[in-house]
C-alpha cells in the first residue's frame, strides 16, 4: 500500500522561507497525482491552498506556492507570518477514484 | 456563498450504525463530485469515499468498504454516509468536501462520530 510522506513538524523564523515536500513511499511524485495542499489550525475545518500542483485557491496569498521539486510535490511559503503556523496536509489522487493524504507537517513559526 | 453543513453525528456503540448528512448550499450541487474525509482525535485527514457528479460512481478507502455508503439526493443537494458495523476506530470527525480543479476544493465544519460502549 502507498504511502504519501510528509515531514512530521518544520520552524521557520518569521519572514523566511520554507518548503514543505509531499512524496510516496514507492515512486516520484508527478503532476499526473494532482497533488493539493491544505492547512489546519487547532479547532478549524482545512482550508485549501493549492490544487492542480501550483494554482493557488481563491483568496490564498501570493507567499503560499507549489511545485514539483525532484520526486516530491512541494509547498513553499515565502516571507513566513505568524498566522502561518499551522498544520499543512498534501492530498494525491492515486487513480480509480482514490485519494490519499499525507501525514501532515506541524509548521511551527518562531 | 459556498455552505457544506454537517449533522448526524453522536455517540454510537461499537457494531452500531450511523448516517451523516451534508446539505449543500451556493454552488450547483448535482455538477460536483463529493468526499467524506475523516480526521481521528489528534491524527490527519483519511479520505473515506468520493462520488462522482455524473453517474455516481462511488470509491470507497480499504478500511471502510463494505461497511461505509456514500450517496446522494438532487433534489435536496444533500450527501449522506451510512455507516455500519461501527468500530473503535472509526471514532472522527467527518468532513464532508466539494471536489473542483483536481483537490478538495471547499470543505464543512465536521461531524464528530464517538464510537463507544
Known amino acids: 500500500q502507498t504511502v504519501v510522506t510528509q515531514e512530521a513538524s518544520f520552524s521557520v523564523s518569521p519572514g523566511g522561507t520554507v518548503t514543505l515536500t509531499c512524496g510516496l513511499s514507492s515512486g516520484s511524485v508527478s503532476t499526473a497525482y494532482c497533488p493539493s495542499w491544505y492547512q489546519q489550525t487547532p479547532g478549524q475545518s482545512p482550508r485549501t491552498l493549492i490544487h492542480?500542483?501550483?494554482t493557488r485557491s481563491s483568496g490564498v496569498p501570493v507567499r503560499f506556492s507549489g511545485s514539483i521539486l525532484g520526486n516530491k510535490a512541494a509547498l513553499t511559503i515565502t516571507g513566513a507570518q505568524a498566522d502561518d503556523e499551522s498544520v499543512y496536509f498534501c492530498a494525491l489522487y492515486m487513480g480509480s477514484g482514490i485519494w490519499v493524504f499525507g501525514g501532515g507537517t506541524k509548521l511551527t513559526v518562531l | 456563498e459556498v455552505q457544506l453543513l454537517e449533522s448526524g453525528g453522536t455517540l454510537v456503540q461499537p457494531g452500531g450504525s450511523l448516517r451523516l448528512s451534508c446539505a449543500a448550499s451556493?454552488?450547483?450541487?448535482?455538477?460536483?463530485?463529493m468526499s467524506w474525509v475523516r480526521q481521528a482525535p489528534e491524527k490527519g485527514l483519511e479520505w473515506v469515499t468520493i462520488i462522482s457528479a455524473r453517474d455516481e460512481t462511488t470509491h470507497y478507502a480499504d478500511s471502510v468498504k463494505g461497511r461505509f455508503t456514500i450517496s446522494r439526493d438532487t433534489s435536496k443537494n444533500t450527501l449522506y454516509l451510512q455507516m455500519n458495523s461501527l468500530r473503535a476506530e472509526d471514532t472522527a470527525v467527518y468532513y464532508c468536501?466539494?471536489?473542483?480543479?483536481?483537490?478538495?476544493?471547499?470543505w464543512g465544519q465536521g461531524a464528530l462520530v464517538t464510537v463507544s460502549s
Open positions: 451556493g454552488f450547483t450541487f448535482s455538477s460536483h463530485a
Open positions: 468536501a466539494k471536489h473542483a480543479n483536481w483537490a478538495f476544493d471547499f
Open positions: 492542480s500542483t501550483d
